[in-house]
Every structure is written in structure tokens, then in C-alpha cells.
């Protein structure tokens, strides 16, 4: 048997006869930058959020440094965020010219622990940055207390968790602003890049506006000096079919994820901890694991495809050793990095594979 990682060839297929009018349509009127579908998208997904505004851009990693952007951060601010996390989260933060400060993970919820959030402020810090990695929020209560107290700005990295809750709240409406991602592999995914802001902010989303586009808001006047970060029409399009599918897709990950757990509640894995105040919709279904190299190895000869999310933390990667950090830095993230091995995860899965996933996994000697 083979089992992919993701599967998005079946995605298509199922929404096959929706989708190609949707491109056919917009061929056809060749709208291609900001048509109809950017601004009813961009409703859409406000909505969605329960946010009053949202601000289709080309990438996730777009999404996040014009969120940083939008509030003015740069050279010579701080933001903190989390050593275990996708290298777009740092990237985002030190292209506005601003250095990303990295705090530990809880061993738990492998989110950014907030114990360890106050020892990382200085006088420079002007923004909180938590990552709902894998699917699971972030402990949003505690993040947000924090920042009062030292007036930061909290902006969501929420590109691994659309439609996940924080106590009945969406992600994405519980920080000053937050971003998406539409990579093809995400909860919700483009057919190619695409990213979005979302926040209650009204000017906040009048400046993201402008920074995508070139800093105009009229053709051929320019306020600021801005971008071409847009969100093609094309996407959008795709976007808006498939956001039709995403709380059911999101259920679906959910189930795969109980029998998971249920299957490999015997086995020599640590399974994923689901927090008493998430609601995780599982983008990757991440467990820990002695020997994972060679598990990792078996399962792959077994014609599983499996991840490591992610091998190398962002304070031990080459392009951030001019941030000085040594290795020993974040002994949780470092151990885990070791450890972790995500399993096949989307909502196409079924339970033969899911079957045969754990039954390999639980017979490596
Ligand atoms: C995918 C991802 C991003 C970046 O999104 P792109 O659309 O690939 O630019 C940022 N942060 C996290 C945590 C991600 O998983």
C-alpha cells in the first residue's frame, strides 16, 4: 500500500465540477489582478475569521511582513516568536529590518511557551508573534495578558490553523492582526501562493491595502512607497470554492487525528496533546519518537510518506547565526527537533491507510 503525505490530486477530484466554471468564468472576463473575486474572497474570509477586515495578499510570508509593516515595525525593533516554526515566521520578521527573538516551546503543546515570553523582552520588543503550529493555537490568553502589560502588539502567525479556535474564538480575530497562508498544502490552499491578512483595524487594513499595491490607492498616485504583493484573481476564485469545504475538511483531520490516537495509544509514541482551550483542526499530525531517523526510514520503505516539521530550529539555521544564538539555547525545541516525525495527514485519508500507517509504525523492532 501507498500513502501519500497529502493528497491534493483527490482534493481536485472531488470539487472538480465546481472549480473549473469558477476558472472558466474568470478567464473569460480576464480580471486577473483584484477582480471580483479578490474583494468577495476577502469578505468571505473575514467572516470566516469573525474579523471585520481581511486583505488578500501573494504568500503567507507576504501576509506577515506587511502585518509587521502595516504597524510601522522595522529596523531596530524586536519581535519575539518561537524557536520551533516554519523559517517564513523569521523571514518575515527580519526582511522589515526588525530581529526576530526566539523564546522555547512548551513541552506539551510544542506552541511558544509563554513562561519564557517576559525573559525575551527589552526595550526594543514592540510585538508578540505566536504561532498556531500544526493546527493548535497558541495560548492566546496569556500572550495577550503579557503584551498589555508591556504594550506590545500581538500578531497572529495563524498560516497552519484556519478555522481553529482559541475558547470558542477564531483564530486570527484575537490578536492585533493576523496571517494566512494558502500554500497548496495548508488547511485551505490556493492552486499556487496566496496569503492573507485579517484584523479589526480599520486602518491597519486601509495601509495593508495600499502596501500590497504598490502604495496607491488611486491608479498612478502613490502615498507610500509599497509592493506588488496582490492576491490573483485566479486564486481567489479557487479560494472561495474550496473555503465552502473547510469546516467539513477540517472535521475530516479531526476524526483522522482520534484514530490515530486511538490506534497508537499502545505503541512507543508520544501522541500530540490537544490543549483544554484548542480546538485543532491538525494541519500535520505530529508525534515524538526514539529512534526516528530509522522510523522514519521504515516507514518510507514501506511506501509511507512521512515529514520532520521541522529538523533544524530557526536559532541553529545558517541564515540566522548573525543572531547569536548557540545550540543549547532552547533545550525543548532542540530535543524535539530530534523526535518528531509527522504522519500522513489530510482530509482524504482513510482508515485502511490510517491502518496500515500505525500497524508499520508499530512493528519497527
Ligand atoms: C506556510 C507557513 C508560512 C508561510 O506561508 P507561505 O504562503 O508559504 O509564504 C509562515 N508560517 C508558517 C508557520 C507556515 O506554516
Redesign the pocket.
Known sequence: MKVPFVDLVSQYQGIRNQILPVIENIMGNAQFIMGEDVTLFEQEFAEFCTTKFAIGVD??????ELALRAFDIGTGDEVITVAN?????AL?ISSTGATPVLVDINPETYNIDVEKIEGAISEQTRVIMP???YGQPADMDAILAIAKEHNLLVIE????AHGAKYRNLSVGSIGHAA?????P??NLGAFG???MVVTNDPQIADKLKLLRDYGQKEKYHHLIKGYNRRLDTLQAGVLRTKLRYLNEWNESRRRHASRYNELLQDSKATLPVNADFAEYVY?LFVIRIQHRNEILTYLQQNGISVGI?YPIPIHLQPAYADLGYQEGDFPVTEQYANEILSLPMFPELNDDQINYVTSILKEFK
Open positions: 504568500s503567507g510570508t507576504s501576509a506577515l516554526t516554519f523559517i517564513a515566521t518575515a504561532v498556531h503550529l502567525d495563524a498560516c497552519q496571517a494566512f497562508s494558502f500554500y498544502g495548508k501562493d496566496g496569503g494541519h516539521h
